[in-house]
């Protein structure tokens, strides 16, 4: 007879990394690496004890040593990136170098544990793949064109191909719908147990596919009435799009961020720890300042801010003239100030605006525009350098877990069925 009552088992013990140094604020190095996804292994690199050593040098370099199952792993490259990304954005970090060791064959073996874990407890909460790459576009106020970048994007890298999910977390100020033309809605769908799952809209775009979630697209939402929701609520509903929502395989999730410093904002820190953060200003300087207040809120939630995105700037006329209706070297002076990189300035256009108001991205649908050529130099950016699509290969671990995972649900069916 099965014991109904046996409480769960307690996550498998990992130990802490060696800390070199007093100048080390390891608290942070390590939540920034909590962001540092193992795709094969379905976790992030500390909770696995893939982390063993944090060392400032004489130069002020950081050193952070990771353990690989296998020296091999093709995956290293890609931790490699994801680490130095991760921490080199924490404040007073100018210089990451991370340095690989493999694991004995106790600490594959402990790592085979806390997988197992990982596969009994069902610790993912949500259906979006370890794989994908998050994007949250964030500002620090409303008005700066930050929807309209977002549905840009999407377009552009599910027409090269990306299956791209597109969460309007916007939840009282949604546009989506609007910005990419769909008028289709989210459906439901039993999955078991009582539960159901919402299932996101579905756009083809090229050669990819975007799938879009937004309060917009349920039944029985109306464009002219206020969502008049407390924080609390509107993070819950956010939580729901996550939790409850059949994303499926995604490449790239962007995450439309509502403007300011509040309860989703905190909320996305807890739910998505590995979420990049980009941030979207126009070069006004009261955006600057309270687009610096959304940058120092990721940071503070141990999210990576990957880069500054202005938005509205100056753009050149035909014979040459340039103007500038919001003023210049906002976003560049921004990026500075908070030390990341400016990913693109997007020049003014009524063509974008034109677009955004028949449902047409001006990236997509007017390709011979300034704004289409700086969006599609920004998503070059993307896929090679701020997120770059995670390749799964083959790792020496993966067919083990595999049958790992198998075995737990071979036991648990047999259990179930005394």
Not at 40 to 48: A, I, M, R, S, W
Request: proline share 6%.
């Amino acid at each position: 007879m099965t014991n109904t009552d046996a409480p769960a088992p307690e996550r498998p013990d990992v130990a802490p990394p060696d800390v070199i140094g007093d100048d080390i604020d390891s608290h942070a190095v390590v939540n920034a690496l909590r962001g540092v996804i193992d795709p094969e292994l379905g976790d992030n690199v500390v909770d696995l004890g893939m982390v063993k050593r944090l060392e400032r040098s004489a130069d002020g370099a950081m050193h952070v040593t990771i353990a690989l199952t296998t020296a091999g792993c093709p995956l290293r490259a890609q931790l490699m990136r994801d680490a130095k990304a991760r921490v080199g954005s924490l404040p007073g970090v100018d210089v990451v170098k991370i340095h690989f060791g493999e694991m004995t064959a106790n600490e594959r073996k402990d790592v085979m544990s806390q997988a197992r874990w990982k596969a009994r407890d069902n610790a993912l909460d949500t259906d979006i793949p370890v794989t994908a790459r998050i994007i949250a576009l964030s500002s620090g106020k409303g008005g700066v064109g930050k929807s309209s970048v977002t549905a840009n994007l999407a377009v552009l890298l599910a027409d090269r191909g990306y299956t791209v999910g597109v969460l309007d977390a916007d939840v009282g100020g949604f546009s989506m719908p609007q910005l990419l033309g769909i008028d289709g809605e989210i459906t439901g769908e039993r999955a078991g147990e009582g539960k159901t799952v919402m299932k996101p809209v579905v756009c083809p775009v090229g050669a990819g596919v975007l799938h879009i979630v937004s309060m917009g697209s349920i039944s029985g939402a109306n464009e002219t009435e206020a969502i008049m929701w407390r924080g609390m609520m509107l993070n819950r509903a956010v939580q729901h799009f996550l939790e409850d929502v059949q994303w499926g395989d995604l490449d790239y999730l962007l995450i439309d961020m509502p403007p300011g410093t509040s309860d989703i904002q905190m909320g996305l820190a807890r739910m998505l720890p590995r979420t990049d953060v980009v941030i979207v200003t126009t070069p006004a300087t009261a955006a600057q300042q309270v687009a610096a207040r959304a940058a120092d809120m990721a940071r503070k939630g141990f999210l990576r801010v990957a880069g500054v995105i202005e938005n509205m700037g100056p753009s050149t006329a035909p014979d040459g003239t340039i103007t500038a209706m919001f003023g210049s070297g906002g976003g560049e002076y921004l990026a500075e100030s908070i030390g990341v990189p400016l990913l693109a300035s997007i020049p003014l256009e009524s063509a974008v605006a034109a677009g955004g108001d028949t449902g047409c991205p001006v990236a997509f649908h007017q390709p011979d525009t300034a704004a289409a050529a700086v969006y599609r130099d920004l998503v070059d950016l993307i896929v090679s350098d701020v997120a770059p699509p995670v390749k799964i290969a083959e790792c020496s671990l993966r067919g083990a877990l595999t049958r790992a995972g198998a075995d737990l649900e071979g036991a648990r069916e047999r259990a179930q069925s005394r």
